[in-house]
């Protein structure tokens, strides 16, 4: 075993200057790409790296090039919601493969109310991170907008309400709804309730939207109530509306999981579906499998939508200018039995 290095130890930049018979401002010009270096003390430096297995340390780095290789995604939601519904799986799964090869780290981080985010705000605009995706934006939410004034790159995943970011991708939420709500008019249903989503958030608006969009038309009078997306949330919308109207002969809801709530109280009230109650949701998720009937539903691009914040991201990260830095990707109807 030589002097230069003890079994189990990292190598440490001041071993690599010794073996290669320089000073330790050397080796760092060499490992930060510097021209200030001749050619005989870079070859001295990069043999020494080599026979040494030095890694440069990831801080050091950062001090050097301002860039720590670590993007947040910001979620505005409690961790219950974020691991219990499909939509955030996939869009991390998106995400993570569109990060797979650049050698970028992935955090993920959780914030709800003020307090959280006032912490999160700090440490994102710490020089922590090299950009943030966010997502689940609730109404006129200050976190976007101070993160663009600090100068950290920002890409958000969905339309805020009450903000105009600079960049965000999301489906065609509204043209969706519309297709959907269409599709049970033509199979002649004349009572066409909906379980909109959340109205402080894009979404919520633009599928309420599309549903209203559709009934238009048809004179029918409109039957809405709302929930937070979540399956409990569905549940206790799909009572509300049976105790207001009765007579529904449809349900266009804001989500799968809402979807798979409302079903469930259909089942227990002994209305069938789609006999009695036709029943479409929104995402086509793996729930919408698996539901008594399986459910039709809107197929959104969720892992799309993660790889298209991602590359917007790492263009605003390098300084690139954005010919499209609004994303809004297609969505379609999926039939199977509910409707």
């Given at each position: ?24 401002g ?42 720590t ?109 519309r ?18 989503g ?5 979404v ?56 798979a ?35 039709t ?43």
């Amino acid at each position: 075993m030589n002097g230069d290095r003890r079994v189990g130890a990292r190598p440490t930049l001041e071993a690599v200057a010794a073996r290669a018979g320089v000073g330790r401002g050397t080796v760092s010009r060499v490992i930060n790409g510097s021209s200030k270096v001749s050619e005989k003390a870079r070859g001295a430096v990069l043999l020494a790296i080599e026979e040494l297995g030095y890694v440069p340390n990831r801080a050091a780095r950062t001090l050097v090039t301002n860039r720590t290789d670590t993007i947040a995604l910001v979620v505005s939601e409690s961790e219950q919601r974020v691991f219990d519904e499909p939509y955030f799986a996939g869009l991390i799964r998106g995400i993570g493969s569109a990060l797979s090869e650049t050698g970028l780290q992935l955090i993920l981080t959780m914030a709800q109310n003020r307090q959280e985010h006032d912490r999160l705000e700090g440490y994102l605009t710490g020089q922590h991170v090299d950009g943030v995706l966010l997502t689940s934006v609730h109404g006129a939410d200050p976190l976007p907008g101070r993160l663009e004034e600090l100068g950290v790159p920002t890409v958000l995943g969905g339309r805020p309400v009450a903000l105009n970011p600079y960049s965000y991708v999301d489906m065609d939420n509204r043209a969706g709804a519309r297709q959907a709500v269409k599709y049970l008019v033509s199979k002649g249903r004349t009572r066409i309730a909906t379980i909109a989503g959340p109205q402080d958030m894009g979404v919520g608006v633009d599928r309420l939207a599309g549903y209203r969009d559709a009934l238009l038309a048809t004179g029918m009078t409109e039957l809405v109530s709302y929930g937070d997306f979540s399956e409990e949330s569905g549940e206790a919308a799909m009572r509300e509306l049976l105790e207001r109207h009765p007579g529904l002969d449809a349900v266009f809801t804001a989500s799968d999981p809402m979807a798979a709530g409302a079903l469930r109280v259909l089942r227990e009230r002994g209305r069938s579906v789609p006999g009695d109650v036709a029943v479409i949701g929104f995402e086509d998720s793996k729930v919408a499998l698996h539901t008594d009937p399986p459910l039709t539903s809107v197929h959104q691009p969720t892992e799309a939508m993660g790889r298209q914040m991602v590359r917007l991201l790492l263009a605003r990260i390098n300084g690139e200018s954005l010919q499209q830095p609004v994303v809004i990707l297609d969505t379609h109807l999926v039939i199977r039995a509910s409707a």
